[in-house]
C-alpha cells in the first residue's frame, strides 16, 4: 500500500476515545480516572507535537539548503484557478493577510512554514527570499536562503513586506552571487506601496519562493506552498509559465490542496484537470470547497450536488473534500479578526442548509481542515524520512562518478598549469618521432612508408634485355631473371610484388636500342668505345622518376605525421577551446617551416645522384661482373628457364629450419639456398620440400606407375634446368668431384640427378651420395652445382635404385618429348653423365692450379659477342644503378626524418614557450584566457558540484537529526 493510499485509510477512519467507561456513581474513581486520561492525553499530543515540529524543521532546513532540487521532499501545495478563493484560504491557514489586487496578486511561490508556541510566546513573522533561479529561469549552481528584512512582530505589516520581498522577486540582478543579490534587494525593503506601484517589474512571474516563518499561540505546526493562480485570460506564454510552475510543484511526494469555487462546476476549473493529470486515482489530492455562502437560496440542486461531494458521494478522492467560508469583502473592510472569522464560519455551518443537517461535519470549517493537514503531512513525512538516508547516499554515489570522469579544475598558478601541459605535449612527440614502445605507430607507419619508397626506386632500373630484338627472345626463356636485384642477399623483389605475382615494368630496352644510343652519341671514340655521354644518359633516364617518387614518399611522411600531431593536440589541449586553437596554429606554421627545411635537403640529396660517381669499385666490378655474365650466357643460349615462373619454391629442411625461397632465387648460382641444397648436411639427410605449382596450373605431380616405363605428366610441358647455368639445354648436367662408382645416377623429369617422389636419393655427390669427392676433393664443395628443380624426398631413410621413380613435369616441353623410349632416355643419361664428368674434371684442374671457380663463372669463357660493347654497358649502368639506388632509398628517408620529424620535434619546445609568451610579464593573464574551459564542461562540473554540496548537506542534517 503506497503512503497516500494508508493516508486515505487513516484518515476515514473515526477517532476512538481512550480509556475503558467510566461508571456513573462513583466520583472518585471518575475523577481519578478522567485526571490520569487527561494527563495521558497531554503528555501523548505533546510528544506528537514535538516529533512533528522537529519533522517539519527538517524538512525547512533540507528544502533551505536546496534539497528539492535533488530529493522528493513532502510538502502541501495550494493550487487553484484565478478567483477560486485561495488567497483568503491562505489568510486563514496562516492567520495574516496576503497581497490582494485586482487580477493576479500572487506572482511566485509563498511557502507559509507554520509552528506553534506557548500562550506567553509573542507571535512573530520573518520573511526570507530563496534564491534558486537565475533571471532565465535556470537553477542557480548554489541556494541561497536569505532574510529579507526585519522580523515582523504586528501583522498588519506583514503584507507590504510580503509585497515587497515579492517586487525583490520580480527584479532579480543580472549577477548570481549572494552580495549581489542581497544588495540589489535591500533597496526594496523600504519602499512604500506607492514606490512598489511605481517598480516596472522585469518579469512577470518568478520560480524564486518568499518563505513566511510564522510563530505564535494558536498555530497549527504545518507547512504548505502558495502557488499562483491559474490564469486562462493572457497572452500563451504567460499561461504557459503559470501552469509549468504549478506542474513542477505538484508531481511527486506531495499533498495537492485543490480550491474550488462553489459558484462554479467543478468541470470548469483547469486546476482540477492539472491535478487529475498527475494523481488520477486521486490519492494525493485533497479538495477545498471555497465560497459556499456565494450559493443562493434557490440554488437547491447546485447545494445538493455539493453536498454529495463532500459526503462522498460523487468525485470522490482518496481524501475526500472539505469546505470553508471565509470573510467576504464587507467583513474585511470591518477589519474582522481571525477568531471572529473562525466563529462566523461555524455559525455558518450550523445554520445554513443543507450543511447544517451533514452527517460529515468534519468535513466543516477551516480547523477541521487544518487539523487533516497536519496529521496527514506528518504521515507522509515519517514515511520518506527513512528513505531519504539511502536515497541521498545512493545519488552522492553517482555524483562522485560524474564528478571523477570529468577533468579537474584547475588550481595552480595559469602559467605553471600551462607551461606543464606544453613540456608535456612536446615529449609525447619526441617519444612518437624517437618510436618508443608506447609511441611505435609513426614510426612503424613510416618504415612501411619507406619500404615502399624503396620498391618503386628499386622498380625504376631500365629493364635490359640481351637480345638484338624482342624476336629473338627464345620460347622459353624468362626475362625476370634480367631484373632481379637480390645478387647480394638483400631482399627478393618478390616480396613486393602485387597478388597477381606481377613485377611494375616499363620499356624493355634491346641491344639494338642500346646500339642506337651509341650511335646517336658517337664523337671522335675509338671503335669499342662507348661514349660517356651515353652511359650518363642512360643513368639519369633510370634516375629520372626518382624526383617524384621521393616526393610522394616525402609527402606521406608529413601526412602521417600531421595526423599524428592532430591527434596529440587534441588529446593534451581539447579542455581549453583558447589554447587548443592557438597551439593548433603554432604547430601549423612550424610543420610549414619544416616542411621547406625538408625539402631543400631532400632535393639536394637527389641533385647529388645527377652526376655519377661512386669510390665503391669493388662492388660496381662484382656487380657488372655478374650481369654481364647472366647476358653472355643467356646470349649463347646455356641460359634456358621457362616463361613461367613457379610462384614459391618452399625448401624445408628438418633440422636447419624453413628456407623461403623465389623461383628466381633458385635460379641464382650463387643463392644460399642452392649452396645448402647442393652441399647436403653432414650424417644428415637433406629433406626437401618444393612447390612446383604455377600461377595458372595447381595439379599434383604424379608419379611413375609400379610397373616401371615413363613418367605420366600431370600437365603438358617440362621445366629443363640445367645444373650451371653454363651449358646448353640439351648437354648433360655436371657433379663436382670425381666420378661416383656405381652406375650413372638416376634423372629426374627435368634432367638432373636429384630426389625423387618415393623418398629414395639419387647417389651422386653433388646431393650428398657416397663419393670419394667427399674426402679426396673437398675443395670442390664450393664449386658444386645449384638446382631448381627439386622435387619432394620423404623421410624413409632407405635408397633402393629400382624404387627411383622420375619426378612428373608440371610443363610440357618438346625437348626432350613426354613419350620417348626408354633407349633414347638412357643416351640423353651417358650424355649428361658424360658432361658432368668433364665438367667436373675441368673445375678440378683449375682448383689444382689455384683457380677457384665456380659453374657460373664458366660463362665468362665464352667468345667474343658482336655485341661486346654494348653488353658491357648494359652491365655497367646496371651496376651502378645498384649503387645508386642503395644510397637514395636510404639517404632520402634519412634526411626525411632527421630535417623534418626530429627537426620539428627538437624545435617545437623553444617555439611554443615563445609563441605563447610564457615567461613574459603578462604571461599570468594570458595563461588564464589560455585555460577557460569549454563552458558545457564547466556548466556541467559546477553543476555537479553544487549537487555534491547540497547531498553533502543534507547527510549532514539527516545525521544530526538521528536518521
Known amino acids: 500500500m503506497s503512503i497516500f493510499a494508508s493516508l486515505s485509510t487513516a484518515s476515514s477512519s473515526s477517532s476512538a476515545k481512550d480509556g475503558p467507561p467510566i461508571r456513573r456513581g462513583d466520583a472518585t474513581e471518575t475523577g481519578s480516572v478522567s485526571a490520569k486520561a487527561s494527563v495521558c492525553r497531554t503528555v501523548n499530543e505533546t510528544e506528537y507535537a514535538v516529533r512533528r515540529r522537529k519533522h517539519l524543521d527538517l524538512i525547512k532546513q533540507l528544502r533551505a539548503i536546496g534539497a528539492q532540487a535533488d530529493l522528493d521532499l513532502p510538502r502541501i501545495v495550494v493550487i487553484g484557478n484565478q478567483s477560486a478563493g485561495k488567497s483568503s484560504l491562505v489568510e486563514a491557514i496562516s492567520g495574516i493577510n496576503v497581497p490582494r489586487d485586482a487580477g493576479t496578486c500572487t506572482r511566485c511561490p509563498m511557502e507559509c512554514r507554520l509552528a506553534s508556541s506557548s500562550p506567553e510566546d509573542p507571535w512573530t513573522c520573518e520573511v526570507y527570499i530563496r534564491w534558486e533561479f537565475d533571471a532565465s529561469g535556470e537553477p542557480l549552481s548554489e541556494v541561497y536562503e536569505v532574510p ?11 503584507e507590504l513586506m510580503l509585497r515587497r520581498a515579492q517586487s525583490a522577486v520580480l527584479n532579480p540582478p543580472a549577477g548570481s552571487s549572494l552580495k549581489e543579490r542581497e544588495k540589489e534587494a535591500e533597496k526594496f525593503v523600504r519602499m512604500s506601496v506607492e514606490d512598489l506601484r511605481r517598480v516596472k517589474n522585469k518579469l512577470k512571474f518568478s ?61 470548469n476549473q483547469k486546476a482540477a484537470r492539472l491535478a487529475k493529470q498527475v494523481d488520477p486515482s486521486g490519492q494525493r489530492t485533497i479538495g477545498v470547497l471555497t465560497k459556499p455562502d456565494t450559493l443562493t437560496v434557490g440554488a437547491v440542486k447546485s447545494k445538493e450536488n455539493w453536498l454529495a461531494v463532500l459526503e462522498g458521494r460523487r468525485d470522490r478522492t482518496a481524501h475526500g473534500y472539505y469546505c470553508t467560508r471565509q470573510p467576504d469583502d464587507d467583513e474585511r473592510a470591518r477589519g474582522i479578526s481571525s477568531a471572529e472569522a473562525r466563529a462566523e464560519e461555524k455559525a455558518f455551518f450550523a445554520r445554513t442548509a443543507p450543511w447544517s443537517g451533514s452527517k460529515a461535519r468534519q468535513r466543516f470549517g477551516t480547523e477541521n481542515l487544518v487539523e487533516s493537514l497536519a496529521s496527514l503531512l506528518s504521515k507522509i513525512i515519517d514515511e520518506t524520512l527513512p528513505k531519504l538516508q539511502s536515497e541521498v547516499a545512493q545519488q552522492l554515489g553517482v555524483c562522485l562518478s560524474e564528478l571523477e570522469e570529468l577533468p579537474p579544475p584547475i588550481t595552480s598558478d595559469p602559467s605553471s598549469f600551462v607551461l606543464n601541459l606544453v613540456l608535456d605535449f612536446c615529449n609525447k612527440v619526441k617519444c612518437n618521432v624517437e618510436g618508443d614502445v608506447a609511441s611505435a605507430r609513426l614510426v612503424q607507419q613510416n618504415r612501411r612508408i619507406y619500404a615502399n619508397f624503396k620498391r618503386d626506386i628499386r622498380d625504376s632500373a631500365l629493364l635490359f634485355l640481351p637480345y638484338a630484338k624482342a624476336a629473338d627472345i627464345p620460347d622459353d626463356s624468362n626475362v625476370h631473371q634480367f631484373f632481379r636485384f637480390d645478387e647480394d642477399g638483400e631482399t627478393n623483389i618478390d616480396e613486393y610484388r602485387s597478388e597477381d605475382g606481377s613485377v611494375s615494368q616499363g620499356k624493355y630496352m634491346y641491344l639494338s636500342d642500346i646500339q642506337q644510343h651509341v650511335r646517336n652519341a658517337l664523337t671522335r671514340e675509338l671503335p669499342d668505345n662507348v661514349p660517356y655521354a651515353v652511359k650518363v644518359a642512360l643513368i639519369r633516364q633510370s634516375q629520372a622518376s626518382w624526383a617524384k617518387l621521393a616526393e610522394g614518399c616525402w609527402k606521406n611522411v608529413r601526412r602521417a605525421f600531421e595526423k599524428v600531431l592532430s591527434e596529440l593536440v587534441d588529446a593534451k589541449f581539447h579542455r581549453y577551446d583558447h589554447l ?14 619544416q616542411t621547406d627545411v625538408a625539402s631543400v635537403r631532400v632535393q639536394d640529396t637527389l641533385a647529388l645522384e645527377s652526376v655519377p660517381f661512386t669510390q665503391n669499385g669493388h662492388y660496381f666490378q662484382v656487380t657488372k661482373a655478374k650481369y654481364l655474365s647472366l647476358y653472355k650466357d643467356a646470349r649463347s643460349g646455356k641460359l634456358q628457364v621457362p616463361i613461367q615462373e613457379p610462384k614459391r619454391l618452399r625448401v624445408d629442411r628438418s633440422e636447419e629450419g624453413t628456407t ?32 612446383l605449382t604455377t600461377e595458372g596450373d595447381s595439379s599434383p605431380i604424379s608419379k611413375t606407375p609400379s610397373g616401371g616405363g615413363p613418367a605420366t605428366p600431370a600437365s603438358a610441358g617440362v621445366f629443363n634446368f640445367t645444373a650451371g647455368f653454363g651449358s646448353p639445354a640439351s648437354s648433360t648436367p655436371f657433379t663436382f668431384g670425381a666420378k661416383a662408382s656405381g652406375p650413372a645416377p638416376p634423372r629426374t623429369a627435368f634432367g638432373q640427378p636429384g630426389v625423387f617422389l618415393n623418398g629414395a636419393a639419387a647417389p651422386s655427390p653433388a646431393f650428398g651420395g657416397s663419393s670419394q669427392a667427399e674426402t679426396t676433393e673437398p675443395v670442390h664443395k664450393k664449386s658444386r652445382v645449384k638446382t631448381n628443380d627439386m622435387v619432394r624426398s620423404s623421410e624413409s631413410s632407405s635408397t633402393n635404385a629400382d624404387s627411383l621413380v622420375p619426378a612428373t613435369p608440371t610443363k610440357a616441353s618438346s625437348k626432350p618429348p613426354a613419350d620417348m623410349g626408354a633407349s633414347a632416355q638412357k643416351r640423353s643419361s651417358d650424355k649428361e653423365a658424360e658432361r658432368e664428368e668433364l665438367t667436373n674434371q675441368a673445375l678440378s684442374a683449375l682448383a689444382a692450379l689455384g683457380y677457384h671457380v665456380t659453374a657460373a663463372d664458366l660463362g665468362k669463357l665464352n667468345p667474343p659477342d658482336i655485341y661486346e660493347s654494348e653488353l658491357e654497358l648494359m652491365a655497367e649502368v646496371r651496376a651502378y644503378f645498384q649503387i645508386a639506388y642503395k644510397r637514395v632509398i636510404d639517404y632520402v628517408p634519412m634526411t626525411v626524418d632527421h630535417a623534418f620529424l626530429f627537426g620539428f620535434a627538437n624545435a617545437l619546445q623553444e617555439v611554443l614557450v615563445d609563441q605563447l609568451g610564457l615567461g613574459t610579464p603578462n604571461s599570468g593573464a594570458r595563461c588564464a584566457a589560455y585555460l577557460t574551459e569549454d563552458s558545457r564542461i564547466v556548466a556541467l562540473r559546477d553543476e555537479l558540484s553544487a549537487k555534491k554540496r547540497r547531498l553533502e548537506g543534507v547527510q549532514t542534517e539527516l545525521d544530526n537529526f538521528g536518521l
Not at 518568499?210 to 490564469?231: N, Q, R, S
Not at 587548443?580 to 617551416?593: E, G
Open 148 to 158: 529579507f528584512g526585519h522580523v515582523i512582530t504586528n501583522k498588519s505589516e506583514v
Open 207 to 267: 520560480a524564486n519562493a518568499i518563505c513566511m516563518d510564522l510563530k505564535g499561540p494558536g498555530l497549527t505546526d504545518l507547512a504548505f506552498v502558495d502557488l499562483p493562480g491559474i490564469i486562462q485570460n493572457a497572452d500563451p506564454e504567460t499561461v504557459k509559465m503559470v501552469e509549468d510552475m504549478v506542474m513542477d510543484h505538484i508531481e511527486g511526494n506531495c499533498l495537492i490542496l485543490l480550491t474550488i469555487p462553489m459558484s462554479d462546476d467543478i468541470e
Open 580 to 593: 587548443h586553437t592557438r597551439v593548433t596554429k603554432i604547430i601549423a606554421d612550424l610543420v610549414r617551416k
Open 660 to 691: 623461403t625461397s623465389t623461383a628466381i632465387d633458385l635460379l641464382t648460382p650463387n643463392h644460399k639456398s642452392n649452396r645448402k641444397i647442393a652441399g647436403g648436411s653432414k650424417g644428415k639427410k637433406a629433406k626437401l620440400m618444393v612447390d
